[in-house]
């Protein structure tokens, strides 16, 4: 598992503060999660490339398998956290990538955070109540990058942090 900053992304579906149910199920496992919007190219979109490869290699480190498990993975939402903006058609996604983070309710709320420090130096939380974060905002993203092999293979990105950007 490796852990990266995404720095000033755009903020897509957050439910930062109130885990809900996988798919809008009434029962299963509540997460925390968010979409964050990536430009092609960018120094974040080839942090996040490369961070998923070497995730790969580092669970398969014969090159054949690591490819094999790439390629059954590439693609399928369900299954690969870094997806091509272009197969959706919402508001903000075409012509990005977007990478989707999720955290278990039972790991506790992500860190959601402000730009602002206190006066003790502190990066001041962000509540429900104070409006930030929000759908379509810039934002730096905390994120760790892991690959689950077994029943659910794929490549998964788990959600520490957010802070609020503008």
Excluded at 57 to 62: A, D, I, S, T, Y
Excluded at 91 to 106: K, L, P, T
Excluded at 111 to 126: H, T
Aim: some cysteine; aromatic content about 10%; charged content about 25%.
């Amino acid at each position: 598992m490796a852990s990266i900053i995404l720095k000033n992304v755009r903020l897509a579906f957050p439910e930062l503060f109130e885990p809900k149910s996988f798919a809008g199920e009434e029962e299963g496992t509540k997460r925390y999660s968010a979409n964050f919007l990536v430009e092609p190219g960018s120094e974040n979109d080839k942090l996040i490339r490369k961070t998923i490869s070497d995730a790969v290699k580092e669970k398969f480190p014969e090159p054949k398998k690591a490819e094999q498990f790439l390629k059954s993975v590439q693609g399928n939402s369900g299954k690969f956290c870094f997806n091509d903006g272009d197969t959706k058609s919402y508001d903000g996604y075409e012509g990005m990538w977007y990478i989707s983070a999720n955290r278990n309710e039972d790991q506790g709320a992500p860190s959601v955070v402000s730009g602002r420090k206190d006066e003790s130096g502190k990066l001041i939380p962000l509540t429900k109540a104070s409006g930030k974060p929000y759908a379509g905002c810039y934002v730096n993203g905390k994120i760790d990058i892991w690959v689950q092999t077994g029943k659910y293979n794929g490549v998964r990105a788990s959600l520490q942090a957010v802070q609020f950007v503008a």
